[in-house]
């Protein structure tokens, strides 16, 4: 069973830039798909983006696309989501999972790191 360690998260401003990373221990990090989902208070917990074994394809939200780029080190057991001209609605608990076939619906999560973005 793997385990999801979620860090990079803080305060910051609108439009400013900030990296999370996620280690993985106990599994086979290459055989995962790996995926980042946040939660805002009060509200459930949202896709943000995913990225398939040995970085072999990705997947983004609306909301993010061209914003947010997810990519991953094998070799580090680590995937980083690289978040860009943040907004006030990107303020949430972001969530690293992990998925030995699913895209949209990891099976193993990290604890979360809280991102908030201030005007």
């Known amino acids: 069973q793997v385990q999801l360690v979620e860090s990079g998260g803080g305060l910051v401003q609108a439009g400013d830039s900030l990296r999370l990373s996620c280690v993985a221990s106990?599994?086979?990090?290459?055989?995962?798909?790996m995926h980042w989902f946040r939660q805002a208070p009060g509200k459930e917990r949202m896709f943000v983006s995913s990225?398939?074994?040995?970085?072999?394809?990705?997947s983004y939200d609306g909301s993010v696309k061209g914003r947010f780029s997810i990519f991953r080190d094998d070799a580090k057991n680590t995937v980083y989501l690289q978040m860009n001209s943040l907004k006030l609605e990107d303020t949430a608990v972001y969530y690293c999972?992990?998925?030995?076939?699913?895209?949209?619906?990891?099976?193993?999560w990290g604890q979360g790191t809280q991102v908030t973005v201030s005007s």
């Open positions: 106990g599994g086979t990090f290459s055989r995962y798909i």
């Open positions: 999972g992990a998925d030995e076939s699913s895209w949209w619906r990891p099976n193993y």
């Open positions: 990225i398939g074994r040995s970085g072999s394809g990705t």
